[in-house]
T-cell receptor, first 112, second 110 residues
Framework: DTAVSQTPKYLVTQMGNDKSIKCEQN?????MYWYKQDSKKFLKIMFS???????INETVPNRFSPKSPDKAHLNLHINSLELGDSAVYFC???????????FGPGTRLTVL | QKEVEQNSGPLSVPEGAIASLNCTYS??????FFWYRQYSGKSPELIMF????GDKEDGRFTAQLNKASQYVSLLIRDSQPSDSATYLC??????????FGSGTRLQVQP
């Protein structure tokens, strides 16, 4: 069984569209994260949730909105997609904040 | 100054040699330090973590932590071509999350 899964794996879309990426973890962890990895491979945290509560909301455009329906799921919705949003988005989970994080396979988003 | 700094590389070593990867961090209060490996097109995977000053060994990998000098390093003994990847240092910088360095690309030449 995959510990942290994301869908879709690839997402190609036009500028201005709205899209969602889903993440699920079956590790029983309390904390989940969204990261963005750009073309220079820099991994930057966007959001973290602990027990469904938003803990970190880094300086990202408010076009990005996370939603955590339960502890095992953290989805990312992006409105009005822009070219600069093209990147790989990773979901991760950990037992608690600052514990070892386990990453999903990533979603490669391409905005045309 | 970046919170977590790594040399981007590439660091090129011959097969069988020791690869030494370094990471410095700015927050003296940091308590937890992690090394992740990321193959091209894949997600980061944990290699090891270290919390205390000194060395921690796991197979061919050794993590070294020096809190006074604010650096953490990863040594890979008997490097193999399969070790070729980007190595990410991650540090608990007190922001209730890990901060990742930009990674060092390691190339092991057969």
């Amino acid at each position: 069984d995959t510990a942290v899964s994301q869908t879709p794996k690839y997402l190609v879309t036009q500028m201005g569209n709205d899209k969602s990426i889903k993440c699920e973890q079956n590790l029983g962890h309390d904390t989940m994260y969204w990261y963005k990895q750009d073309s220079k491979k820099f991994l930057k945290i966007m959001f973290s949730y602990n027990n469904k509560e938003l803990i970190i909301n880094e300086t990202v455009p408010n076009r990005f909105s996370p939603k955590s329906p339960d502890k095992a799921h953290l989805n990312l919705h992006i409105n009005s997609l822009e070219l600069g949003d093209s990147a790989v988005y990773f979901c991760a989970s950990s037992e608690d904040l600052t514990d070892t994080q386990y990453f999903g396979p990533g979603t490669r988003l391409t905005v045309l | 100054q970046k919170e977590v700094e790594q040399n981007s590389g590439p660091l090129s070593v011959p097969e069988g040699a020791i690869a030494s990867l370094n990471c410095t961090y700015s927050d003296r209060g940091s308590q937890s330090f992690f090394w992740y490996r990321q193959y091209s097109g894949k997600s980061p995977e944990l290699i090891m973590f270290i919390y205390s000053n000194g060395d921690k060994e796991d197979g061919r990998f050794t993590a070294q932590l020096n809190k006074a000098s604010q650096y953490v390093s990863l040594l890979i003994r008997d490097s193999q071509p399969s070790d070729s990847a980007t190595y990410l240092c991650a540090v608990d910088t007190g922001r209730r999350a890990l901060t990742f360095g930009s990674g060092t690309r390691l190339q092991v030449q057969p």
